[in-house]
Nanobody, 124 residues
């Protein structure tokens, strides 16, 4: 079993920055892929970014490319999402997720484990 705990959400003005953290525990993760997704009110959950547990591969949604950076600290079993140049449309609950292999990483239904989510609100 894998447990994921997100933190770092909050309220920020447009143009500001936030860093989300996702602490993973419970299993060995050497082959896992870690993803960030978000869900705004009334909308479907959408892919944001993913990273291989080794850190060797990353993948981003077009909407966040160049503004968000995903990274991993293997020693701390923690994945980060650095969000810069935030826009009001980035407002959502952000979820961390884990899956066993690096494939189909933008598909939410491929992920077996999910955190509880952290709210990010960007004011205009």
């Amino acid at each position: 079993q894998v447990q994921l705990v997100e933190s770092g959400g909050g309220l920020v003005q447009a143009g500001g920055s936030l860093r989300l953290s996702c602490a993973a525990s419970g299993r060995t993760f050497s082959t896992y892929a870690m993803g960030w997704f978000r869900q705004a009110p009334g909308k479907e959950r959408e892919f944001v970014a993913a990273i291989a547990w080794s850190g060797s591969s990353t993948y981003y949604a077009d909407s966040v490319k160049g503004r968000f950076t995903i990274s991993i600290d293997n020693a701390k079993n923690t994945v980060y999402l650095q969000m810069n140049s935030l826009k009001p449309e980035d407002t959502a609950v952000y979820y961390c997720a884990a899956k066993r292999k690096w494939y189909a990483v933008p598909r939410a239904d491929e992920y077996s484990y999910w955190g509880q989510g952290t709210q990010v609100t960007v004011s205009s």
